[in-house]
């Protein structure tokens, strides 16, 4: 079946430590990839996306996302995580040639920051 | 300017009962999506508006399900004959089809808690 997966349910990790993410999917042909964030008490908002070009995608807040097309991955990555952080991560695609058509979302990775 | 804002941001019912829930894109956007979340899940897509019609309702579970967008703005998502597992955090997002990286942006849903 077609699908996004996120392989890390809960991470935790201290100040300053890097991070990555593992996002997969499964859909062939053209994609579009997107990385959302919800932190505590907010809405869903984008971190960063894929559409073309370069693979590897800059975001806001110093998160960078590497598309893969032979491993069918979009993994997220930090060099430096903050407290600030903390918050549940989603891997999405947009599975069509459309512009404009549903998201599939992954299941989401909660990051927990120790201070 | 004002982001997608939806209305209540709480709802309690009870199950059998009819539910509406409301959202308002953001100005121009002419896309608008509906999609689910559960705890401990992803948003799950439910129907995406092009205009005033039902581009894809492919993510409607069932029949209980139904939404409009009759003037191409304003949608609302209507629940008939509410059930426990329709219990979740619904949400709603808009994009601009002249973007040509679907960004959707997205409001601070509706919880829903049928009992």
């Known amino acids: 079946a077609q699908s996004v997966s996120q392989h890390n349910h809960h991470v935790i990790l201290s100040e300053a430590a890097s991070l990555e993410l593992g996002c997969n999917y499964s859909?062939?042909?053209?994609?579009?990839l997107f990385w959302y964030v919800q932190y505590p008490g907010q809405h869903l908002q984008l971190l960063l996306k894929?559409?073309?070009?370069?693979?590897l995608v800059k975001g806001i807040k110093g998160f960078e996302a590497e598309f893969i097309k032979s491993k069918f991955s979009f993994n997220l990555r930090k060099p430096s995580v903050q407290w600030s952080d903390t918050a549940e991560y989603f891997c999405a695609v947009n599975p069509s040639y459309s512009s404009a058509s549903k998201i599939i979302f992954g299941s989401g990775t909660r990051l927990s920051i120790r201070p | 300017g004002a982001g997608v804002s939806q209305t209540p941001s709480n709802k309690v019912t009870e199950k059998g009962k009819y539910v509406e829930l409301r959202c308002d894109p953001i100005?121009?956007?002419?896309?608008l999506y509906w999609y689910r979340q559960s705890l401990g899940q992803g948003p799950e897509f439910l129907i995406y508006?092009?205009?005033?019609?039902?581009?894809?309702d492919s993510g409607l579970p069932n029949d209980r399900f139904f939404a409009v967008r009759p003037e191409g703005s304003v949608s609302t998502l209507k629940i008939q004959r509410t059930e426990r597992g329709d219990s979740a955090m619904y949400l709603c997002?808009?994009?601009?089809?002249?973007?040509?990286?679907?960004?959707?942006?997205f409001g601070p849903g509706t919880r829903l808690t049928v009992l």
């Open positions: 894929y559409f073309s070009g370069d693979p």
């Open positions: 997002a808009s994009s601009s089809p002249e973007r040509d990286d679907n960004e959707q942006f």
């Open positions: 508006f092009q205009g005033t019609g039902a581009a894809d």
């Open positions: 100005s121009g956007h002419t896309a």
């Open positions: 859909y062939g042909g053209t994609v579009n």
